[in-house]
């Protein structure tokens, strides 16, 4: 049996994963999960394709969007490379196209993602926000959702595959406190709203700590919780087998710097459902109440079919 790893391996892991090598001009390479169970993590393509962007930015800009289509499903264990395409650089903006590819198995390079970011020096505006933070209880009044996992596996016995256990109770660089009962918890139908708070689960040391790499994890954590949005109302949940899917695309905008290593939330809602795809949309705010960036999402949902 494996040591648990720390709070601090975790997230110096997750660090290692996000952080692109280039191998040419414009060509940067991302490095596989090293514990990686079939597909690739959606948000780790995401924000190793917004790193190998951010990289060719040297004058100060700083992702203020992000564009993505998922084309096919990554493959765990397999380096992924990220080609650039330099398609404007202006005095106040700029935009990179990306493409994010990998080997094949028989040894054919393969799309798997498209992501175009847009950049911006940054300056001072006119600010408004339409609705305030949601008031909801505050993460240190809330269960890790590690725990609620053991207890749910635990419960769940040999329904869950020796995969799926592993998945569900392994160790995360991102530490989760769930307001309300997300898809894997409850097989209730309820209305299609959640809050969360997340973070990465030790400080980002100083060596690290770059307004880019934050961007980078917040992106990386998006991806969490939020197509799940679109299946509570149908008390439906993939880690039940009851579902099948995938994202299909993916848009974040960043409105103002924000440490990934702090309590953010993450509050998602999923105004419609159907055609086999669920819409989702999420606004992540920081303890003080400001929204740091929006998401918005539509991923492949269908009901699997029992096999007669």
Known sequence: MTDTPSNEQLVAGLIRLLTVEKRAADVFAGPPQTDGIGRVFGGQVLAQALQAAQGTIADGKRAHSLHAYFLRGGREGAPIEYRIERDFDGRSF?????????????????????????????????????????DVARPDDLRPDIEMRREIADEWGDRLSAQQRRMMLRPRPIEMRTIDRLHWMSSEPRAPAAHSWFRVAAPITAADDTPALHRAIITYASDYTLLGTSALPHGLSWMRNEL?????????????????????????????????????????????????????????????????
Request: charged residues 25%; glycine residues 10%; without cysteine.
């Open 244 to 308: 099948v899917g995938a994202s299909l695309d993916h848009a974040i905008w960043f409105h103002r710097d924000a440490r990934a290593d702090e309590w953010l939330l993450y509050a998602t809602d999923a105004p419609w459902s159907g055609g086999g795809r669920g819409f989702n949309r999420g606004r992540i705010f920081n303890l003080a109440g400001e929204l740091v960036a929006s998401v918005a999402q539509e991923g492949m949902m269908r009901k699997r079919v029992a096999k007669l």
């Open 94 to 134: 700029a935009n990179r196209r990306v493409v994010a590819s990998q080997e094949a198995e028989d040894g054919t390079s393969t799309p798997i993602l498209n992501l175009t970011a847009s950049f911006q020096l940054p300056e001072e505006g006119l600010e408004h926000l339409d609705s305030p933070m949601p």
